[in-house]
């Protein structure tokens, strides 16, 4: 991989997990909760939560694999695996919550779902252009 990927890759690792976070403080504050009752571990569980999702997105777009729908799974089953495992082992360092799982699939499934969208729209609409472009 080259500089620009590596700089792309890093700015969106930022620009998501900024934004995740903010969206996090404002809920809370919303709730009438002025701290993060999980703390500093709470921060860093999401920061590696969102690189398993991250590389696992990179991994799925650069897979030389067709349909699209395939590339999307067989980068989504492993990560996901990776996630729970991830949970699994945060539950050795204090307890999880009863629905620790369930959240980590909900938010995780719905982040790279939203990401799939997006890259599929992308491909679509280079695929579009290089047509457009192949006509002049």
């Known amino acids: 991989m080259n500089k620009k990927k590596w700089i792309r ?67 989504y089953i492993p990560s996901l695996l990776s996630a729970f495992g991830y949970v699994g082992l945060s539950g050795l360092r204090e307890p999880l919550a009863k629905t620790a799982y369930r959240d980590i699939w909900i938010n995780f499934t719905s982040f790279f779902v939203l990401l799939c969208i997006i890259n599929t729209v992308v491909c679509v609409f280079k695929k579009k252009k290089g047509q457009k472009g192949d006509k002049k």
């Open 9 to 75: 890759i890093v700015s969106v690792y930022s620009i998501i997990y900024t934004v995740i976070t903010l969206v996090n403080s404002v809920l809370y504050l919303c709730s009438g909760i002025y701290e993060d009752p999980s703390g500093n571990w709470h921060e860093l569980d999401r920061a590696s939560i969102l690189l398993i999702g991250i590389a696992a997105f990179e991994l799925c777009t650069n897979l030389p694999v067709k349909p699209l729908v395939f590339r999307y799974l067989i980068a």
